[in-house]
């Protein structure tokens, strides 16, 4: 998702942070619909986006390799 698409629906600002999921809704329904919980650090504003962010992976899950 391009970050013109990330903007906080309260103030339009796109500088977010993505945030822990949080109650039984975020964490087990909305995980279910691919829904991430976003937050806006100038007005605080919580809101659900498709997006997850930039995701992080090792690169050699297993530096010893297989043996």
Known sequence: MSKSKRR???CGNIEMTRVARRG???ERVYSK???YP???P???EVFLLKSRGRS???SN???EGHK
């Open 8 to 10: 906080c629906p309260n």
């Open 24 to 26: 039984f809704l975020q």
């Open 33 to 35: 619909m691919g829904l």
């Open 38 to 40: 976003w937050e806006c």
């Open 42 to 44: 100038f007005c605080r």
């Open 56 to 58: 992080y992976r090792r």
């Open 61 to 63: 899950p297993n530096p």
